[in-house]
């Protein structure tokens, strides 16, 4: 309903080292090759920066779910390829790939969560780099699982509320709205 209404879902995350605005996509790998895939990296490419979106801001608390393997991105950096950080169970990060090794064999899955954390409309995509045996092969995913659909998005708010109309707080629990600032 909220984007049939024009509307943008924002997200937040936090964790022992970083909060703030992010996107949270799930990126599901399998593996389809006879021989042992090896996944060497993940990089994310920015295609644009721009300005959040204004209007109203209507806020809610966040809602449990499984745990899942984390890899955040902070786009609030000047670089263009931000660095992919593994988050801990406990909250603190690591370079990804440094921590551990993936490999997937035959019809095998694996799952991350990938979470970025910027102050912008950011659209980008993602590239995976693979190794079977000594042949290095790429792929670009976007938003649609293909290499050529629509970017992903990261849409933060402003951290200053007053460049809104209205602020309203939606408590899951009640069912209520509440005005926070008009």
């Given at each position: 309903m909220l984007t049939a209404m024009g509307g943008q879902?924002?997200?937040?995350?936090?964790?022992?080292?970083?909060?703030?605005?992010?996107?949270?996509?799930?990126?599901?790998?399998?593996g389809n090759r006879r021989l042992?895939?090896?996944?060497?990296?993940i990089e994310l490419r920015v295609k644009e920066h721009r300005e959040p979106p204004s209007g109203a801001l209507l806020t809610a608390s966040?809602?449990?779910?499984?745990p899942i393997d984390t890899v955040l991105f902070d786009l609030r950096s000047e670089d263009k390829k931000p660095t992919p950080?593994?988050?801990?169970?406990?909250?603190?990060?690591?370079?990804?790939?440094?921590?551990q090794t993936t490999f997937l064999a035959e019809a095998e899955p694996k799952e991350w969560r990938i979470t970025t954390v910027g102050d912008c409309w950011c659209l980008?995509?993602?590239?995976?780099?693979?190794?079977?045996k000594?042949?290095?092969?790429?792929?670009?995913?976007?938003?649609?699982?293909?290499?050529?659909?629509?970017?992903?998005?990261?849409?933060?708010?402003?951290?200053?509320?007053?460049?809104?109309?209205?602020?309203?707080?939606?408590?899951?629990?009640?069912k209520r709205f509440k005005l926070v600032r008009s």
């Open positions: 879902q924002l997200y937040w995350h936090t964790d022992t080292e970083t909060d703030g605005w992010s996107g949270t996509y799930l990126l599901s790998l399998t042992p895939t090896q996944i060497t990296g966040a809602q449990g779910g499984e950080i593994l988050v801990k169970d406990d909250g603190t990060h690591v370079p990804l790939f440094t921590s980008w995509d993602l590239v995976i780099y693979t190794r079977v000594n042949k290095i092969e790429s792929v670009v995913v976007r938003a649609d699982g293909t290499s050529n659909g629509p970017y992903f998005e990261t849409i933060s708010a402003f951290k200053d509320w007053k460049k809104y109309s209205t602020v309203h707080e939606l408590d899951l629990y009640t």
